[in-house]
């Protein structure tokens, strides 16, 4: 569910023309549709679900506000990736974010998996780079989008991109890179 009819109609099972229900009951069934994406694209820029699940409220809070705009783009789910970004972006700009660490009371845990050390260590090398870097990083290489469209999303050039891509893949690197001669 990437793009709704710009007409908000749809067609009934006899061909005939009907009015999907209202503003709210649009925006309801993608946000409900969408919620596990959302949520995983959270978690990879907070590095933490409770702050994943406050940035994915934030952002749907103000996707709803833009409904209107946002269910008339070319792609909903991009629109509402660029909100999500640029919140996140925000809230590590304010001087909130930098003063105040919230520790969860219980850890996460994770699900069954292969490597459980590689992915540890990755998400802690992910979690020690500057947002605007691991929010390119997430952008390039978990949602696959180009540099330019990434560009766009985080309202840059795509030069800035690449340079904070090669940047971020550099400080991954180095941070991996004696815990990955190990196992060589």
């Known amino acids: ?41 959270a978690y990879l820029l ?25 269910r008339d783009t070319a792609s909903i789910d991009a629109y509402t990736r660029t909100i999500m970004v640029r919140v996140f972006i925000s809230e590590r700009r304010s001087a909130w974010a ?3 660490i919230l520790l969860p009371e219980q850890f996460d845990r994770p699900g069954a998996q292969h490597d459980h050390d590689a992915r540890l260590m990755v998400r802690a090398a992910l979690a020690a780079l500057p ?31 690449k340079s904070q891509t090669a940047k971020g893949l550099d400080a991954l690197r180095r941070a991996l890179g004696p815990i990955m001669a190990e196992e060589a």
Do not use: N
């Open 98 to 100: 930098r003063r105040v």
């Open 131 to 161: 947002p605007r870097q691991r929010a390119t990083l997430v952008l390039r290489f978990y949602c696959d989008l180009p540099v330019e469209v990434t560009a766009r999303e985080l309202g840059c050039t795509a030069g800035t991109v």
């Open 46 to 70: 907070c590095q933490d679900w409770q702050s994943a699940d406050d940035l994915v409220q934030s952002a749907i809070t103000r996707l709803y506000t833009h409904w209107g705009r946002a």
């Open 1 to 41: 569910m990437d793009r709704l009819p710009p007409s908000g109609r749809y067609e009934d099972s006899e061909g005939g023309s009907c009015v999907k229900g209202s503003r709210d009951a649009e925006y309801t069934e993608y946000v409900q549709s969408r919620l596990p994406w959302l949520r995983r694209v």
